[in-house]
């Protein structure tokens, strides 16, 4: 693509934003999926320990939860540097 005039630029710088912007949106949508996953993992998890005739709490399930939400909290902080960052992209501030 051959930029002629400061309109091509500007189009250009258009499009790519915009690509942009729609890559960040996918990456937050995806990231929002987490805190499910996280949560059905440990129901699921504790229904197959009190299935199995475990009762009692090992320091295994302690690293395992303290791991689960760890995970989901990192998720959300870079889920909200994305909408951060698409905040920027879109409005400019």
Same mark, same amino acid.
């Given at each position: 693509? %051959? ?10 710088? %258009? ?9 960040? %949106?996918?990456? @937050? ?9 996280t ?5 699921v998890?504790? @229904? ?46």
């Amino acid at each position: 693509m %051959e930029l002629n005039s400061i309109d091509d630029v500007n189009a250009l710088v %258009e499009i790519q934003k915009i690509a942009q912007v729609k890559r960040l %949106e996918k990456k @937050i949508r995806q990231l929002g999926y987490l805190p499910l996953v996280t949560f059905v993992g440990i129901i699921v998890f504790y @229904i197959l320990r009190v299935f199995s005739g475990y009762f009692d709490v090992r320091l295994g399930d302690v690293i395992f939860i303290g791991l689960m939400i760890g995970g989901n909290c990192q998720s959300n902080v870079l889920r909200m540097d994305l909408i951060r960052e698409l905040f920027k992209l879109q409005y400019g501030k």
